[in-house]
């Protein structure tokens, strides 16, 4: 299945880590997930509204909905915000990766301020 991220909640102690909801595919509820569903992106990087496409399991039990395999789908690379933190106190490969999405963007100007 295919749907959009609605929702992201990180951890109070390790905000590298959380839960999340993805809107409905029908007019049922929502889609929960955990930061281990995620197949090709850390839980750091996901963003609301990005695309994802993932295995939908129905638990009757309590009668909610999990998505597992939760892997991006390559649309979102054009949707992204292309704007850097103006202060940004992460690691130095949160930094390449920032960098590298930006690089597959089809907005070049970007760079243009960037100084290195």
């Given at each position: 299945?295919?749907?959009?991220?609605?929702?992201?909640?990180?951890?109070?102690?390790?905000?590298?880590?959380?839960?999340?909801?993805?809107?409905?595919?029908?007019?049922?509820?929502?889609?929960?997930?955990?930061?281990?569903?995620?197949?090709?992106?850390?839980?750091?990087?996901?963003?609301?509204?990005?695309?994802?496409?993932?295995?939908?399991?129905?638990?009757?039990?309590?009668?909610?909905?999990?998505?597992?395999?939760?892997?991006?789908?390559?649309?979102?690379?054009?949707?992204?915000?292309?704007?850097?933190?103006?202060?940004?106190?992460?690691?130095?490969?949160?930094?390449?990766?920032?960098?590298?999405?930006?690089?597959?963007?089809?907005?070049?100007?970007?760079?243009e301020d960037i100084v290195f």
């Amino acid at each position: 299945m295919q749907s959009k991220i609605k929702k992201i909640t990180p951890d109070s102690k390790n905000p590298e880590q959380g839960h999340g909801f993805i809107f409905p595919t029908d007019e049922g509820r929502d889609y929960y997930f955990n930061h281990f569903d995620l197949t090709n992106i850390e839980y750091k990087n996901l963003r609301e509204g990005m695309v994802v496409e993932f295995k939908a399991i129905e638990i009757e039990k309590d009668n909610n909905r999990k998505a597992s395999e939760i892997a991006l789908l390559d649309e979102n690379l054009n949707e992204q915000s292309t704007e850097l933190p103006i202060s940004y106190n992460g690691t130095i490969n949160q930094v390449i990766e920032i960098l590298s999405l930006a690089a597959r963007t089809t907005n070049s100007e970007i760079f243009e301020d960037i100084v290195f």
